[in-house]
């Protein structure tokens, strides 16, 4: 297959060193890409080289080590805003999407009153949900939902009656981290601007595995996490338009955010540093500039083939187990396969699976209100990245062949 | 590239799904809810989104009938399936008196960490009603 080559999986898979694991004896089949990723050893060693050789603070210390360390965070903002295509100081360093989200829910969200209009869909994750639900509780504002389509896409029709003059924020995620579905963000980007709304997308499942670029997006505000791209947990960003950024109140307050400091009163300092109050994740911002530089070299444009094909693949083969319903639509899917077999708690497909060393996730996802419109307690789910191989995949159907017959089903 | 998946081989006994567990599962005993019941207690295991609810009826202070009803994992339901087959005879202070390693001897499986709420479910439902009864 021509596409198995458009990535050297072998010499990919050898900078992972956790890839090598056996669990329960088996060899570790890790199909839970979409919780997080595991990391490569380029990755792994930039954090202990700053640990090890350039370890302190950042912009305070005027010394050698200190100089070195806000070098590299620097690099690494400039790094992260290369990526998206966003200028430097719109790329904000966070612990990951939760706080980027959160940020921009206290924020623009207390700017509101109680006429306006927050837009989301039923398929938020709950970090894309709580924010605003617990904003409005407190401003009054009012929470709309656009729903789904019966084969799991976004139900654009509902999309264009919601979104109105009343409107004045959309928050939206990119890809469906329960189902997989990719929602045509350009277009809800549009609609929204032409009702005069802000926008946020919520890519932490969609910059892991394809190209973005903000600019050509026009989108407001784009957030996502670093570990779900290779990089260490505890970094993430928040990239939003420079003019947005420059009139919105911090969300947290303390040191490096400021300019002049008063007993009573203060004034912040300029982007990025006003949104990134007190000591920063350096290591965890130095490792996602070294994922990122991992994945550049490889190519966004070869990952995302490569795991249309794998997905593809995935796809056609859990499809011939008898029992199973995979949800999502069959296009416009990225990297997430949700299913659920016939007579089998999601919970015991995963233990099962588990022992045959397949690594995967059971559960609502924190997406409980997507469960309840589809009417599920929950469902099984693999995930993949590029350096999955359609022979993981072959391991995959193997193991809930082999749990159905646990259970006493035939395959 | 087409596979074969027909030459596997099952595992003579797997640690957690042992054939007891299984059969409680699918043909779960004491299923369904009772009319005039002393209490009932239901609990949530939020994380998986299981549910057990335990209907129980006291007569000279003895437990007489115990039901559930309730859906989730086959852990969770061969618990409560288990344990309310042994309420049966018991007083309230035994019914306090039945703890974590009871459960798990009655499962006669090996839990870890992540199983062990769907495992317990049942239980904390049963002392959770136990609790509010006395109030």
Redesign the interface.
């Known amino acids: ?1 021509k596409v198995k080559q458009l990535l050297n999986l072998k010499e990919i898979r050898k900078e992972f060193p956790v890839l090598r694991t056996k669990v329960h004896e088996k060899k570790l089949i890790y199909l839970d890409n979409a919780a997080t990723t595991q990391k490569p050893n380029q990755v792994i060693s930039s954090i202990t080289d700053f640990y090890t050789k350039y370890n302190s603070n950042v912009h305070r210390g005027i010394h050698k080590l200190s100089e070195m360390a806000t070098l590299q965070f620097e690099l690494a903002h400039k790094t992260v805003s290369k990526f998206i295509n966003a200028d430097f100081e719109e790329i904000i360093f966070t612990s990951g999407t939760t706080e980027s989200l959160n940020l921009l829910a206290n924020s623009l969200g207390s700017e509101l009153n109680s006429n306006d209009e927050v837009v989301l869909t039923i398929m938020e994750h709950h970090s894309n949900l709580i924010p605003w639900q617990q904003m409005s509780k407190k401003i009054g504002f009012k929470l709309k939902f656009i729903g789904i389509t019966s084969d799991g896409k976004l139900d654009m029709n509902q999309a264009k009656s919601l979104i109105t003059k009343n409107t004045k924020i959309v928050s939206v995620v990119h890809v469906s981290n329960a189902i997989g579905t990719i929602n045509p963000i350009k277009e809800l980007i549009d609609l929204a601007h032409n009702a005069g709304a802000i926008i946020i997308i919520d890519a932490a499942q969609s910059v892991p595995h394809m190209t973005i670029d903000v600019k050509k997006l026009d989108c407001d505000f784009l957030v996502f996490s670093g570990h779900k791209m290779l990089g260490p947990t505890g970094i993430g960003v928040l990239y939003g338009k420079r003019t947005l950024l420059e009139n919105m109140q911090p969300f947290l307050y303390g040191g490096n955010m400021i300019r002049e400091v008063k007993l009573e009163t203060s004034t912040w300092a300029d982007l990025p540093e006003k949104f990134e109050a007190g000591t920063p994740n350096i290591s965890g911002a130095i490792g996602l500039a070294a994922a990122i530089n991992y994945l550049t070299r490889i190519g966004m444009n070869s990952i995302e083939s490569y795991e249309k094909e794998l997905l593809n693949y995935a796809s056609e083969q859990l499809s011939t187990i008898k029992g199973i319903t995979i949800y999502g639509p069959k296009d416009e899917r990225s990297c997430v396969l949700s299913f659920n077999v016939e007579g ?5 497909i995963s ?2 699976l588990d ?1 045959e060393g397949v690594a995967v996730r ?3 996802h924190c997406t ?1 209100p997507l ?1 309840k419109v589809l009417d599920l ?2 469902t099984v789910r693999a995930s993949f990245y590029f350096y999955n191989t ?1 022979e993981e995949v ?1 391991g995959l ?2 193991a809930i ?2 749990a159905k ?4 089903y035939d ?1 | 590239m087409i596979h074969k998946f027909k030459d596997i081989v099952l595992i003579e006994e797997d640690e957690i799904y042992k054939e007891n567990v299984l059969d409680h599962y699918k043909n779960p005993r004491n299923f369904g809810s009772l009319k005039d019941y002393t209490f009932k207690s239901k609990e949530f295991n939020s994380s998986c989104g299981d549910e057990i609810e335990i209907f129980i009826k006291f007569k000279h202070s003895k437990i007489i009938e115990s039901k559930f009803i309730g859906r989730g994992c086959a852990i969770s339901q061969a618990s409560a399936s288990m344990l309310t087959d042994i309420l049966r005879g018991k007083t309230l202070d035994q019914v306090k008196s039945i703890h974590k390693k009871d459960i798990l001897e009655l499962l006669g499986i090996q839990v870890g960490i992540v199983r062990m709420n769907c495992a317990l479910l049942p239980l904390k439902s049963l002392h959770n009603g136990v609790n509010r009864y006395e109030k």
């Open positions: 297959m089998i708690h999601p919970h015991d233990t099962l022992r059971g559960g609502h409980m469960m307690t929950g359609f072959d159907v193997k062949i082999k017959q646990v259970f006493g395959s």
